[in-house]
């Protein structure tokens, strides 16, 4: 019974750790590919926030710079806050925290994207009305004499315009307007120079109205306000993740312990089987002796000559059946414990050196009946064997607690089957006619005849 638990635990135990093994492969494999997407998710926008950034930055200082960059990056990082509000691991539970963060960064992501707008639309108008007037200096030397004070006053307003672009400084607007306020006051003389002030007042009034909201709209777009909210979301996703990252190891953990169980169970199992086999086979052995020997004796019983002659063992087997003379009394008189000792000693006085050349085996058949069967004896060493049997016997004294004990046998000399019931029969057949301590079945003495007419 304890045997079978302990086979149903080892089962059990191995079946539950396949199937963590299972599970804990496939979560972590599962889980890895999902926090390396978020993460690279998280990177990749600050890249291309970074490099947008830099292309602001860049179109702002430059004459002249090709605005796709710039569109480029804003479906960029569109797609790139798209791609991470959607990663499938944000729809865990314990991730379900950052959906209103996340919320937020995607309408930061839509002022920056209105910001950007604004600002290209700003720059396109102050770019255009700069390239203008870089331009529109150049004919003042054929609308004006070269000797008039307005040369000076429109270098001045180029140069401090191309220091205001450049260095995204609005402080040169003041003398600007000082240099515009002198070419205003220019006394013209026709209507070109009129035209040429109205025009160029024109455009320096625009750039002078839009450049701090021009300015104010790179300051925004620079301040990283988008930035600082990505990274605080990242923050909290290490920490929710260093937590499941924990689990996966108390999991492994678990798993390990489980596993070691497992090994220790079925190495137990193994050994308390090999030990169980072991006591099992010595069992095997004790019930084979028990089935196959006397246990007084120690010599082959009834069940052990039959099976050796059941299985042709022997191919011309002779029986010595041996029998103790008035065993009955020495029981009654002596007691059982002396009779079991005669017995013992009977059992080894039997085992003869000269029947060794014939393949002896010895038997007690129970009661004060010993057996010898020998393989292939010629009659007559059969009956000299006898003989020398009944002799030794005879003036052997058996001594117990003082008490010299003397004892004879007769002996029944059988070839023909069945050898135990032949001899038998003629054994006790002369015991009750005849003197005789050595007889020999034989077939013309019509023994079983003789019973059947008695019956």
């Given amino acids: 019974m304890n045997q079978n638990r302990s086979v149903i635990l080892a089962f059990f135990t191995a079946f539950v750790s396949v199937l963590l093994t299972s599970y804990y492969y496939l979560h972590q494999r599962e889980y890895s590919l999902q926090y390396k997407t978020v993460i690279n998710a998280f990177h990749t926008m600050q890249n291309d926030y970074d490099t947008l950034s830099y292309d602001i930055l860049k179109s702002a200082v430059y004459s002249y710079n090709n605005q796709d960059d710039i569109a480029k990056g804003m479906a960029s990082l569109n ?3 798209a791609n991470l509000y959607n990663a499938p691991l944000f729809q865990n539970k314990q991730y379900l925290m950052l959906d209103y963060p996340l919320i937020d960064l995607g309408i930061s992501i839509a002022e920056y994207n209105s910001a950007i707008e604004d600002y290209l639309m700003l720059n396109a108008g102050i770019k255009n009305s700069f390239v203008f007037l870089l331009n529109y200096a150049e004919s003042t030397h054929e609308i004006f004499p070269s000797n008039a004070s307005i040369h000076n ?8 315009l191309s220091n205001m672009q450049r260095l995204l400084d609005k402080m040169h607007i003041q003398t600007v307007a000082e240099h515009l306020k002198n070419v205003k006051d220019f006394h013209t003389t026709n209507k070109d120079q009129r035209a040429f002030i109205q025009t160029l007042t024109l455009h320096i009034n625009y750039i002078q109205h839009n450049f701090p909201a021009f300015i104010a709209a790179i300051s925004t777009l620079q ?5 600082r909210e990505l990274l605080e979301i990242q923050n909290n996703f290490d920490q929710i993740a260093k937590k499941d990252f924990i689990m996966i190891d108390r999991l492994a953990i678990l798993l390990f312990i489980l596993i070691i169980t497992a090994l220790v169970v079925v190495v137990n199992l193994l050994l ?36 050796i002659l059941a299985t042709k063992q022997y191919k011309k087997p002779t029986l010595l059946l ?9 029981n009654d008189l002596y007691g059982a414990d002396v009779g079991n000792y005669i017995l013992q000693e009977m059992s080894q006085l039997i085992k003869l050196p000269v029947v060794e050349p014939y393949n002896p085996q010895y038997f007690h058949f129970g009661g004060d009946d010993f057996g010898i069967l020998l393989e292939d004896i010629p009659a007559k060493k059969a009956t000299r064997c006898a003989e020398t049997l009944i002799q030794s016997v005879k003036h052997f004294v058996f001594v117990d607690n003082d008490i010299d004990i003397n004892i004879t046998i007769n002996i029944a000399i059988n070839s023909e089957e069945p050898l135990l019931e032949n001899a038998d029969m003629v054994l006790k057949n002369y015991k009750k006619n005849t003197l005789k301590t050595v007889v020999t079945f034989s077939k013309a003495l019509r023994l079983k005849e003789q019973i059947q007419n008695n019956i």
């Fill in 153 to 160: 006053d429109i270098n001045a307003i180029t140069s401090e």
């Fill in 322 to 330: 041996i029998n103790i003379n008035k065993f009955k009394h020495v």
């Fill in 272 to 307: 308390r089987s090999q030990h169980e086999n072991i006591r099992l086979k010595d069992l095997q052995k004790r019930l084979e002796h028990i089935v196959n020997f006397d246990s007084l004796t120690a010599l082959l019983n009834r069940n052990s000559f039959n099976h």
């Fill in 223 to 227: 301040d990283k306000k988008l930035i």
């Fill in 79 to 81: 797609l790139d806050y």
